[in-house]
């Protein structure tokens, strides 16, 4: 039995699929000038809405424009999560992209329209993911002086040319560095390390993403703020990787460095946080 058609959210309208369209002038498609957030929706109810409409809205503002009403982003979310219902089972992913959609003025560098913005809503099923994770570090590190940094941008040419290097390689993610060569990120996650018979996670400092999930995990007690440097990454005993559609996923390998898939620190942490999240759905 086929899913029924998936149906799309364009600035106001539910529209199938297969007729969502979008300016070709859209500041989103020519100079990636937007920001995203991407929701896990357990049985058809988004997974810590208030938190990611926050930091969208938080990103926009970082990038240069201002977003729409939250009331407004709420009822665009509850008109996708419902027109697409049937399809996305108990486990769906909910993306929010907001661009500043077409310019005004014909310049080389035309200024934004305040009130033209662009907002695409889509909601499909989740595909399952792995249960462990190979991962390579790379020779490109992550700004943590840059102007987005804070920022979930539409910007994603380099965390895609990232991946398809170490996809490359045989690996599923890459552990990226900070200016100072401090571990900061993976390319569509945070990064969580035991160190010293503890869960920790680079702190903002590095410019790494403030993930939802990484939030929870630090205000649950579950994972602590630490920097660690890159030339530590041996005296590492877990590393697992955390994300809003992905939870907690162990890291099996790092390089030439092997890790129990999960081990008993990380073992307890996928335990609580998958108990904390199921007490409420908008934590």
């Not at 249960?131 to 390579?136: A, D, I, N, S, W």
């Not at 990120?185 to 996670?201: C, H, M, P």
Request: hydrophobic share 40%; with cysteine.
């Amino acid at each position: 039995m086929t899913n029924p058609p998936a149906t799309v959210w364009i600035n106001g309208e539910l529209i199938p699929a297969d007729r969502a369209t979008v300016s070709v002038y859209d500041r989103g498609f020519t100079s990636g000038d937007g920001v995203f957030e991407t929701v896990k929706v357990v049985h058809g109810v988004p997974f810590a809405i208030t938190r990611h409409l926050r930091r969208l809205a938080e990103s926009a503002h970082i990038i240069g424009f201002a977003p729409p009403p939250d009331a407004h982003l709420r009822e665009a979310v509850a008109a996708t999560v419902d027109a697409n219902l049937a399809r996305l089972g108990d486990l769906g992913r909910l993306r929010v992209t907001l661009t500043a959609g077409r310019p005004q003025g014909s310049g080389s560098v035309p200024t934004r329209g305040g009130s033209d913005l662009t907002l695409v809503l889509t909601a499909d099923p989740q595909t399952p993911h792995p249960g462990e994770l190979k991962v390579v570090s790379v020779p490109w590190p992550h700004n943590e002086r840059g102007p987005l940094v804070g920022a979930k941008t539409t910007s994603y040419a380099d965390n895609l040319a990232v991946l398809e290097q170490v996809r490359q390689k045989g690996a599923d993610e890459a552990l990226i560095s900070d200016t100072q060569g401090r571990i900061c990120e993976a390319t569509t996650a945070n990064v969580v390390l035991g160190v010293k018979g503890k869960l920790v996670t680079p702190t903002l400092r590095t410019g790494c993403l403030g993930g939802v999930t990484r939030s929870l995990l630090i205000e649950w007690g579950i994972v602590s703020e630490q920097d660690v440097e890159f030339s530590e990454l041996g005296w590492v005993s877990e590393m697992l990787l955390s994300s809003s559609t992905r939870n907690l996923v162990p890291v099996a390998r790092c390089d030439d460095h092997i890790y129990p898939s999960p081990g008993p620190l990380g073992s307890e942490a996928i335990k609580e946080f998958a108990v904390r999240s199921a007490q409420d759905l908008d934590p």
